[in-house]
């Protein structure tokens, strides 16, 4: 494991309300309701649809918005690089905790 590795983590990930976002996409495997996300995080709209902006530009999710029958609906999902940037911020974690693990025996 590198310190440097770690260090040089500049995610967005690193914010647990952030990183419970891309999680709950990833695992969901299609598209999720504005609401879904809202009841299942228990956040409040402007905490979420804060995160969700940073997020989006970021391009680590795409977002849909429509309306159907004249109500708006918008939808997430996460993008090729969100699963990569998930991943390589897991691995990272990851190598802490076998880090941790060698330094204890």
């Known amino acids: 494991m590198s310190f440097e590795t770690i260090i040089a983590q500049d995610s967005l990930l690193a914010d ?6 891309v999680t709950y996409l990833a695992k969901a495997k299609s598209v999720v309701e504005f609401n879904e996300l809202l009841s299942a995080l228990a956040l409040t709209k402007g905490n979420l649809s804060s995160h ?3 997020l989006e ?7 849909n918005k429509e309306f159907i029958n ?7 999902e996460i993008s090729k ?16 905790v076998q880090f941790l693990k060698k330094g204890s025996k």
């Open 52 to 54: 969700m902006r940073k």
């Open 16 to 21: 647990r309300v952030r990183l419970a976002i």
């Open 81 to 96: 690089k969100g699963e990569k940037e998930l991943l390589q911020y897991i691995n990272a974690l990851e190598s802490v």
């Open 70 to 76: 004249r109500k708006p609906r918008t939808t997430y």
């Open 57 to 63: 530009a970021a391009g680590i999710v795409a977002v």
